[in-house]
């Protein structure tokens, strides 16, 4: 058992990067359960072209059924105001809520939200992989399992 029963990492994954990926990966190691927030679910725009499904999919392509296994995907709207999205996500994380560990990276100013909760926050350093083009997620699935 991990010192951590419960993680979770919260991300757009528009475009899916390595940098997403090593976090995952990271998240997997540091808990039993890791849950991912996919952001941006109800958009569908320029910024954001996947679906949340799509991204579910190309992530859990990239996991071991050992890591599927242990990642949960939950949908996350973007909202009116960020105490109502902390409601959201502390809502969803349900028994979990005060235990659960947050993993992050506070890379820029997007990353304000890590100070937003009050759980125990894990920040991963900051990687520029660069994106793994949706062409050869497929590939890089298989590479991985």
């Given at each position: 058992m991990k010192s951590n029963h419960v993680?979770?990492?919260?991300?757009?994954?528009?475009?899916?990067?390595?940098?997403?990926?090593?976090?995952?990966?990271s998240g997997l190691e540091l808990a039993d359960h890791l849950i991912l927030f996919l952001g941006s679910a109800n958009?569908?725009?320029h910024k954001n072209p996947y679906s949340v499904e799509e991204r579910e999919h190309m992530i859990r392509l990239c996991?071991?059924?050992?890591?599927?296994n242990r990642t949960s995907?939950?949908?996350l709207n973007d909202m009116s105001?960020?105490?109502?999205?902390?409601?959201?996500?502390?809502?969803?994380l349900?028994?979990?809520k005060e235990s659960a560990v947050l993993i992050?990276?506070?890379?820029?100013?997007?990353?304000?939200?890590?100070k937003l909760f009050p759980n125990k926050i894990i920040e991963l350093p900051v990687q520029n992989y660069?994106?793994?083009?949706?062409?050869?997620?497929?590939?890089?699935g298989r590479a991985h399992v």
């Amino acid at each position: 058992m991990k010192s951590n029963h419960v993680a979770f990492y919260i991300g757009r994954f528009q475009r899916l990067n390595k940098a997403h990926l090593s976090n995952i990966k990271s998240g997997l190691e540091l808990a039993d359960h890791l849950i991912l927030f996919l952001g941006s679910a109800n958009k569908i725009d320029h910024k954001n072209p996947y679906s949340v499904e799509e991204r579910e999919h190309m992530i859990r392509l990239c996991l071991t059924k050992e890591e599927n296994n242990r990642t949960s995907f939950i949908a996350l709207n973007d909202m009116s105001s960020d105490e109502e999205w902390v409601q959201y996500i502390q809502h969803s994380l349900g028994e979990h809520k005060e235990s659960a560990v947050l993993i992050g990276t506070d890379k820029d100013a997007s990353s304000y939200y890590l100070k937003l909760f009050p759980n125990k926050i894990i920040e991963l350093p900051v990687q520029n992989y660069g994106d793994i083009p949706v062409s050869s997620t497929l590939e890089i699935g298989r590479a991985h399992v």
